[in-house]
């Protein structure tokens, strides 16, 4: 059966970081990249990157690039996001995603709610 599982609900201060990790269960990891997408409330999906496991390449959001860093765990099958410098705005739901290359993503992580608020 596939998964993707995400850690629990956060919540953080204006300037700091936070990590949250995808677990994939049921598949090769390497045969897929893994997608972070994110929302906002009151906002559509917004793509942040992706990350390809078999060998830790990634593709960024233009305008993520300075502050979010994406990483893959083999060992664990596990996949992290990254955000630093946190920002009110920076709240929303996170969301790892199975992208299977030239379809639409098959398989959503429960996504992860991350709070930024003093």
């Known amino acids: 059966e596939v998964q993707l599982v995400q850690s629990g609900a956060e919540l953080r201060n204006p300037g700091a970081s936070v990590k949250v990790s995808c677990k994939a269960l049921?598949?090769?990891?390497?045969?897929?990249?893994i997608d972070w997408v994110r929302q906002a409330p009151g906002q559509g999906l917004e793509w942040m990157g992706r990350?390809?496991?078999?060998?830790?390449?990634?593709k960024y959001a233009r305008n993520f690039q300075d502050r979010v860093t994406f990483a893959a765990d083999t060992s664990t099958n596990t996949a992290y996001v990254e955000l630093t410098s946190l920002r009110i705005e920076d709240t929303a739901l996170y969301f790892c995603?199975?992208?299977?290359?030239?379809?639409?993503?098959?398989?959503w992580g429960q996504g992860t709610q991350v709070t930024v608020s003093s």
């Open positions: 049921g598949y090769i990891f390497t045969s897929y990249y």
């Open positions: 990350i390809d496991p078999e060998n830790n390449g990634t």
């Open positions: 995603a199975r992208d299977p290359l030239g379809s639409e993503y098959d398989y």
